[in-house]
Structure formats: C-alpha cells, structure tokens
C-alpha cells in the first residue's frame, strides 16, 4: 500500500478528479487545505471517500484574508476524526518579507489550535528556514509534525531531526537537479520520511511538467529505492508504517 501525504484534490485542479481519486484504489491520500475554500472542498473529501483522509489549514500566502472567524472554523471542523492534522501552515518569503508578522502571527495560532486537538502539524516552509526552526524550537512541545515538500539542506536537516520533525518527500527528488534533496534521503534514515506528491503540482520524472496525480508517489518512492539501495517494497513498507503512526490513521 502506498499513502500520499500531500495532495490537492480541489475541483478546480483536475477535470477528472474522480478518475484521479479511482486510480489510488486500494491505497491511501491526505488532502490538504490552504484557506477556507480548500478546507471545506478537503472536508467534503473524507466525508465521502474512505482512503481519503485530510489536514486543513490557513496557507502562509492566505494569511492576508484570514480572521479568527476562519480560526474558529479550522477548530471546529479539525475535530472530524478523519482529519488528521492542521495544515498546510507554515512561513513563505519567497516573495517577501512584507507580510513576515501575519505570516508568524497565523502559523502561530494555528500551532496552538494542534495542540488542543492534539493533531500534527503539516508545515508549509519556503526561504525562511530560521524564522521555521526558532518557531518550531520554542513551540512545537512535543507536537508531531512534518515538512511538508522538503527543501532545505541536509545539514538543515538534522536540526529539524532533533525536534523530531518529518520530511515529506516529493517529486524534486526525481529532478536532475535535485541534487539537495538526494542527499537529505541518502544521509538521513528512512524512518525520517513520508511520500507525498504535492499534485497536481511537481510531477516526478518522467511526468515532470505534467499535471501529477497521487498515484506517482509511486515514482518517489522508486526513487528512495535507488538512492538507499533498498527494495521498492521495502521503501512502501517502512514509509506507510511511518505516515500511519505520524497521522494515527486508523
């Protein structure tokens, strides 16, 4: 069995999302929410689909339309037992620091409502490693947690290790120039990743450029193989015990 712990299953991302969901029969996805839109579309998700279970959450670029009403509602609805953790939140400065205080501001909140239902926390963390790892050290207290799309270095890596955070690993580590990434699976133990596709965006190869689905986990975790001189089946094997235990699926 494989379980993509990150994809976007959003009507407005696929034509044909109930083909893209049949194609995953058998095995499992975690969809995720970026804003009050996609948290509902995740929502009416694990309500219909049993392999489908969800995270939702407030995105680091939505933070500029949010309020404590959006707060509230990400609360309530997390209380579903198919929705697995709070996410996807985090820090984005790709484009700017102009919004730096919101963004800390929400990722903050949204750390605390985890802990009250005592959920993981699925990290959204784009150039701005230090502000991510301050935030984690001083707040995570023993909060599960995984970085989701995994971009750092891997001497980042073992800081992160040391919090027992997660690495959601994608199709980057298929790219030719993913040179970084090969090195954070190649030096660090398997134990330490989950799969995930990010769809419909970061087709691995040879689908990059491609609209992706979650079935082409499947390609990532080929990938693992190869670069751990490991089987496939033990790659799927160690990291769907992992993504179980992280998100306590049942």
Same mark, same amino acid.
């Given at each position: ?31 995720? *929410?970026?804003? #009050? ?16 279970? *969800?995270?939702? /959450? ?12 959006? #707060? ?40 605390? $409502?985890?802990?009250? #239902? ?14 991510? $790892? ?5 707040? $995570? /207290? *023993? ?7 995994? /971009? ?7 800081? &992160? ?16 120039? /993913? ?38 986990? $499947? ?27 992280? &998100?306590?699926?049942?």
């Amino acid at each position: 069995m494989m379980i993509d712990t990150h994809c976007h299953l959003d009507i407005d991302d696929y034509k044909n999302v109930e083909e893209v969901i049949k194609h995953m029969d058998g095995n499992i996805m975690i969809a995720s *929410g970026c804003n #009050l839109e996609t948290s509902k579309r995740v929502i009416e998700l694990v309500n219909k689909y049993d392999n489908i279970y *969800g995270t939702i /959450g407030i995105h680091p670029s939505e933070v500029q339309d949010m309020n404590e009403e959006a #707060l509230n509602y990400i609360f309530e609805n997390a209380k579903n037992s198919k929705i697995v953790g709070i996410g996807e939140i985090g820090l984005d400065y790709h484009y700017g620091k102009e919004d730096r205080d919101l963004q800390i501001e929400y990722f903050l909140k949204q750390i605390e $409502l985890a802990k009250k #239902l005592n959920k993981v926390i699925v990290i959204h963390s784009r150039d701005a490693q230090e502000d991510t $790892l301050e935030i984690l050290k001083n707040n $995570l /207290g *023993g909060l599960k947690a995984v970085l989701h799309c995994y /971009g750092y270095s891997y001497e980042a890596s073992k800081e &992160f290790k040391k919090l027992g955070v997660k690495f959601g690993i994608g199709g980057v580590l298929t790219f030719k120039n /993913g040179v970084k990434l090969k090195e954070v699976v190649e030096k660090n133990d398997l134990d330490d990743f989950v799969l995930e596709t990010d769809s419909p965006y970061l087709a691995p190869e040879p689908f990059r450029g491609q609209k992706n689905e979650p079935y082409n986990v $499947l390609y990532v975790a080929k990938e693992i193989a190869k670069i751990k001189n490991m089987t496939l089946e033990e790659v799927l094997e160690n990291t769907t015990k992992t993504a179980i235990n992280l &998100f306590d699926l049942k």
